[in-house]
């Protein structure tokens, strides 16, 4: 297995919702990240796992919080979101070490829509 | 910190024919990893190509060759022989050393013309 998946696809919720993001990936990478995409821009990194510890946040509003449960998995969960936060989010992993020049694996995303 | 320039927002090739897209980096870094990401409407980022710093031969990839110029921090990316499927967004991305952060230029949209 050489996919990271990520659901769902697509998600619409309201500014009072609470909802969450999945992440997963079988291929033993031991860090796993969450970018943020706007439209006709560059990702933006967000969140960093290594080893299943917080590593790096990126200064995001505590209306995102991240978990990583095990190391194949990792969400993200969402609460009282403000429009500006419509986004793809973007789930990645990577091998840590040595092995690290493979580069990241990307999900192919989650098109949140916040109304 | 370490930032990534695209110059170029937009370039358009005829179908087999070769193009060049520009990247160029800062860094005070002297180990890191420089990439080539592909994202077609699709969404999904796809990996191109990758170059260790270290390394002075530049990297190859089947039609995706790069030209590494590490003293002048530059990295760009050719495309020979351009396919329809060639046409998407192309990021150029920066690993640090530490290997925990990967940061993006702007990106380079690819229009392939049949």
């Known amino acids: 297995d050489t996919e990271v998946t990520q659901t769902p696809k697509h998600l619409v919720m309201g500014m009072t919702n609470k909802k969450s993001l999945k992440c997963e990936q079988h291929m033993g990478h031991r860090a796993m990240y969450w970018y943020k995409q706007k439209a006709k821009k560059p990702p933006e990194l967000m969140f960093v796992?290594?080893?299943?510890?917080?590593?790096i946040n990126e200064s995001v509003p505590s209306r995102f919080s991240p978990e990583c449960p095990n190391s194949s998995l990792l969400n993200l969960h969402l609460h009282a979101l403000q429009p500006e936060d419509s986004a793809l989010y973007l789930c990645?992993?990577?091998?840590?070490?040595?092995?690290?020049?493979?580069?990241?694996?990307f999900g192919s995303g989650t098109r949140l829509t916040v109304v | 910190a370490q930032t990534v320039t695209q110059s170029q927002p937009e370039m358009s090739v005829q179908e087999a024919e070769t193009v060049t897209l520009s990247c160029t980096y800062d860094t005070s870094e002297s180990d890191y990893y420089l990439f080539w990401y592909k994202q077609p409407p699709s969404r999904q980022m796809i990996l191109v190509i990758r170059?260790?710093?270290?390394?002075?031969q530049n990297a190859t990839e089947n039609r995706f060759s790069v030209n590494f110029q590490k003293a002048a921090k530059s990295f760009s990316l050719k495309i020979s022989d351009s396919q329809l499927g060639d046409a998407a967004m192309y990021f150029c991305a920066y690993e640090n050393n530490a290997g925990n952060m990967l940061t993006f230029g702007g990106g380079t949209r690819l229009m392939v013309k049949p």
């Open positions: 170059q260790e710093a270290y390394k002075q």
């Open positions: 990645a992993s990577s091998q840590m070490g040595l092995d690290r020049s493979y580069g990241y694996t």
């Open positions: 796992y290594s080893y299943e510890k917080l590593s």
